[in-house]
């Protein structure tokens, strides 16, 4: 093989390098991006799960208040209130606190 044949398949083999480099640098900017969309995605999740948490732990605390009143007054009712009428409502606010429907 000529020096000038040598050289023309080394200059092909360095086009085709060059071609599959570049494809794999394109795939690579391709991925980080890629990345870089999941950790928004995920640090928005984080974002949005820590909201419920502190969401739930609201409504647990207001359920508790309300449970609390509830059982004042039904503690209220069975001081002032005639023995059947406190009945019902005793059984009502016990199926109501149990997420019972009455």
């Known amino acids: 093989m000529s020096h000038d044949a040598e050289m023309d398949a080394a200059m092909a083999r360095i086009g085709v390098l060059r071609f599959r480099l570049d494809e794999k640098e394109a795939e690579n900017a391709r991925l980080k991006a890629q990345v870089e969309r999941l950790e928004k995605t995920e640090e928005s999740l984080h974002n949005t799960l820590n909201q419920y948490a502190l969401d739930d732990m609201r ?3 207001k359920v508790e ?3 609390r009143a509830g059982d004042l007054m039904l ?3 069975c001081a002032n209130v005639t023995y059947p009428c406190y009945a019902t409502m ?3 606010w016990l199926s109501a606190k149990e997420g019972k429907q009455s």
Request: proline content about 0%.
């Open 65 to 67: 208040r309300l449970e």
């Open 75 to 77: 503690k209220y009712a």
């Open 90 to 92: 005793a059984k009502d």
């Open 59 to 61: 409504l647990q605390a």
